[in-house]
């Protein structure tokens, strides 16, 4: 083994830098020639890499995002794709491929294996999500954790100076460990995540009690919230976008590596 690739795919969760870095160092130490795939499979379909060297991660280890930027490449979902990216690999001399990323990168992983005599492939789980099997917690888990209960917190003052009941929503797909550590740490009244029914669970919060009078509850991404609230909850709410920092209710995934834009969707019932 001579030459190694890298890349990032899919979703960029906090720490993907310094895996990089640590990869790239590893590779150096044991005379390893290390190219850099930019845009995650899009890059490798096209064969688009850079050198990576010592100066290429250096100051990289403290950044937000990926610095090799990551995609998500509907080609890739075609066998006509992944073999394309069979012949890059080959055509740029890989011994071996190091990709970061979460479930749909390590799935995509799979089925390229599965198509194609390739390199060997190499992944490591970074996701915010925690979805990936086999690994107890995932790069970038432990900092949105972290930002989801910053988040928490500070709305949480807002919740008990109103006397609101507020819903928080965080990322996660169909996994609820971001919603479940984040609401946990938070102190929050509620947990509603796709592995559990919520039949009836919100009912307490009808009856405004003074133990419900200001409370949090984290639903976990991809749960829908109508108007008539979660499932058989019949409370009439007004929904309220939140985003901290930025103009666009949207989620964020950037910044330094201890901090984060938290999208929440802050539902407030009325009296």
């Known amino acids: 083994m001579k030459r190694i690739g890298i890349l990032t795919s899919g979703g960029d969760a906090p720490g993907m830098n310094a895996c990089i870095r640590a990869a790239v160092r590893t590779a150096l130490a044991n005379n390893l020639a290390v ?37 998500r490449n509907p080609d890739f979902y075609t066998k006509e794709g992944r073999l394309r990216a069979a012949a890059a690999i080959e055509r740029m001399g890989l011994d071996g491929v ?13 089925l390229l294996a599965a198509d194609a005599d390739t390199a060997p492939l190499v992944g490591v789980p970074g996701s915010i999500d925690n979805d990936v099997y ?40 169909t ?18 995540v796709a592995v559990r029914s919520v039949e ?13 009078a200001s409370a949090v509850s984290i639903p976990a991404a991809r749960f829908v919230l109508t ?12 929904v309220r976008a939140v985003a ?19 999208r929440t969707l802050a539902l407030t019932f009325d009296r």
């Open 98 to 110: 190091v990709l970061i990323g979460g479930d749909g990168t390590f799935h995509g992983a799979s």
């Open 244 to 262: 901290h920092g930025t103009p666009d209710p949207a989620f964020g995934r950037g910044g330094q590596v201890t901090l984060s834009q938290v």
């Open 134 to 173: 086999g690994t107890d917690y995932c790069i970038g888990f432990d900092t949105a954790a972290n930002c989801a209960v910053e988040a928490i917190d500070r709305i949480r003052d807002t919740a008990r100076s109103h006397e609101r009941l507020f819903f928080l929503e965080v990322m996660g797909r």
């Open 200 to 212: 009836g669970c919100f009912e307490p919060f009808t009856e405004r009690g003074p133990a419900t």
């Open 227 to 238: 108007p008539n609230g979660p499932a058989t909850c019949n409370v009439d709410v007004t």
């Open 35 to 71: 190219a850099g795939i930019r845009r995650g499979y899009t890059g490798l379909i096209a064969a688009d890499a850079v050198p990576l060297d010592r100066a290429a991660i250096r100051n990289t280890i403290h950044l937000g995002g990926t610095i090799l930027e990551t995609s």
């Open 175 to 192: 996994a609820g460990f971001l919603a479940l550590e984040s609401g946990i740490a938070g102190g929050a009244e509620e947990l509603v």
